[in-house]
């Protein structure tokens, strides 16, 4: 057995708490002491992947290098830590039941009944234990979707359980997350949620052994000694999580509380250095203290829920800080634009850029911006869909192919400038089919690109099915558009750029799963560059 030690995260009261923020905090004030760390996120749902999740649903689904459809928790997870994540660190009961029931037909279980416990539990400390296994990670912080006493995280429940008891106490410990709320009309703040979460908890045969509790208004003493007292915990273990203006701060308000001192002290992993945060708090000084400000549209068709885009939205002010510069997001739904009031909703802008997506509804509002930037010399970012909207404009208006169009758009389009690979096309299932994961990718010499990134060779995760029709390159290339990154193995071209506007590119794959507050993505921080240097012109 390894020497790791786990750390489970459960949530109380309710939802949306920010179990992944906390979660992704405490995990980097430990990775600053000099503990390798991971962590991992456990949903209760059956769907096997969030891949066939709709974004109103469950907002973005995030994309590891090893090609895994995951939570967007695991976004928070790498831009905090720096780590890439993998399959491993998401796991939902989709999976779990999945593969029971196919180690069941293989006759695994030699003629037992398989029940969920102890067969699916088995499964749930598996899949949690790997990660420990691996000897990569001094400690493992596993993120329990879902909230205490919702049906479907009993067998969640009973495998953490399970493992603490067979690990001990100095190798596991349970953080409850729970929600302190503040009744106006009392002027008070209320213990009561929590004290029932707590006691829902231990009906399942598990202690909390520190209190995060999240909060409007500061925990004073005697609060704190209340919800020590009937919650079973020590005093310096409950600790307050109070509204932050940014994500950014939470380790460092989880520092000031001392979480990360009382885990260390009850995993018994005491004498570590004090954390250094120096990196992560110059960050956060640019961020704070922008010298100017940049306003960017970004267009898409989920934009009532921000989670959907939220790896852009990070990479924004990951690459704002960057450059010293506050970029304002504004929203722009691609289903209330067209060619007629496209002028008025992105001429004050500063830089667009369309948004990733599936389907045709908001697609025409998106070729009218694409447009209006490339006519207009605004800085313009296309990703993923965006990019496939970015060779549809051209091939319309500049190649004057009329109705060229993806197949996925229109399947009878007479210039499918953006199709389907011939190996896609007799594939009928929906989930994991489409091109996932890290791909490598060959920058020609002289592009923006190539300045941007600094190499000749970039690897990036991709999330989509359909590419850049490779017949159409010529035309496209001739007149004016350059294909400027091009997978080496198939050849497929993965990035656009017009050299005659001063900032527009185009990419298939996805950078904003890779910007982090140590990385910056330099496709990020180059738009940001240019969109300013558009502001002051
Ligand atoms: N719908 C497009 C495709 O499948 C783009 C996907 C995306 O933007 N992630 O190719």
């Not at 009561?192 to 909060?215: F, Y």
């Not at 250094?276 to 961020?287: A, G, K, M, P, V």
């Amino acid at each position: 057995m390894s020497n790791t030690k786990y750390i489970f995260v459960t949530g109380g009261v309710s939802s949306s708490l920010g179990k992944g923020i906390i979660a992704a905090s405490l995990a980097k004030l430990l990775q600053a002491r000099g503990y390798r760390v991971t962590i991992q996120k456990l949903d209760p749902y059956i769907n096997v992947d969030p891949g066939t999740l709709n974004p109103y649903e469950h907002g973005e689904c995030y994309v590891t290098d090893d090609g895994a459809e995951t939570d967007l928790d695991l976004g928070h997870y790498e831009r905090f830590l720096n780590v890439p994540t993998s399959q491993a660190n998401n796991v939902t009961t989709g999976r779990i039941y999945q593969s029971v029931i196919e180690k069941e037909r293989r006759g695994e279980f030699l003629g037992k009944t398989v029940q969920v416990i102890p067969h699916i539990t088995n499964e749930i400390k598996e899949r949690i234990q790997i990660l420990g296994n691996s000897g990569d990670y001094d400690i493992v912080i596993t993120e329990i979707g879902g909230t205490v006493g919702d049906i479907e995280s009993l067998p969640y429940i009973e495998a953490v359980r399970q493992l603490k008891w067979e690990l001990g106490d100095d190798n596991a410990l349970v953080i409850h997350l729970t929600l302190v709320p503040f009744l106006s009309a009392a002027g008070e703040l209320k213990t009561k949620p929590t004290q029932h979460s707590v006691k829902t908890l231990m009906e399942s045969g598990i202690r909390a052994d520190i209190l995060v509790c999240r909060t409007e208004h500061h925990l004073n003493q005697d609060l704190r000694k209340k919800l020590a007292l009937f919650c079973n915990v020590q005093e310096e273990a409950v600790i307050q999580s109070i509204d932050a203006s940014t994500i950014y701060d939470v380790p460092n308000m989880m520092l000031e509380e001392g979480l990360d001192d009382v885990t260390l002290k009850k995993l018994n992993l005491q004498g570590s250095p004090e954390p250094n945060l120096s990196q992560w708090n110059e960050f956060l000084t640019r961020h704070k203290n922008p010298k100017g400000h940049v306003k960017i549209g970004l267009i898409g068709k989920y934009v009532e829920l921000q989670d959907s885009y939220k790896s852009i939205l990070e990479s924004f002010i990951h690459a704002g800080a960057e450059n010293e510069l506050k970029v304002d997001v504004e929203y722009i739904h691609s289903e209330h634009i067209d060619s007629n009031t496209i002028r008025n909703v992105v001429s004050h802008l500063d830089g667009i850029l369309v948004a990733p997506g599936f389907g045709e509804r908001g697609v025409e509002g998106k070729i009218d911006a694409v447009r209006y930037a490339r006519e207009n010399n605004l800085p313009f970012f296309g990703i993923c869909l965006g990019m496939q909207m970015a060779v549809i404009e051209y091939s319309r208006n500049v190649l004057g192919l009329k109705n060229a169009n993806s197949t996925e758009m229109d399947p009878e389009t007479p210039h499918p400038v953006i199709d389907l690979m011939e190996e896609q096309k007799t594939i009928t299932h929906k989930g994991g089919t489409m091109r996932l994961g890290s791909w490598d990718c060959e920058l020609k010499e002289g592009s923006i690109v190539q300045q941007v990134y600094n190499l000749n060779k970039i690897e990036e995760r991709h999330r989509h099915r359909y590419e850049y029709n490779d017949q159409y390159r010529e035309q496209l290339e001739t007149a004016g558009m350059a294909a400027t990154g091009f997978n080496p193995e198939t050849g497929l071209v993965e990035i656009i750029e017009l050299p005659s506007h001063p900032w527009f590119v185009g990419v298939q794959y996805h950078p904003e799963y890779k910007s982090t507050v140590a990385n910056p993505h330099p496709l990020f921080v180059a738009f940001v560059k240019a969109a300013y240097e558009h502001s002051v012109q």
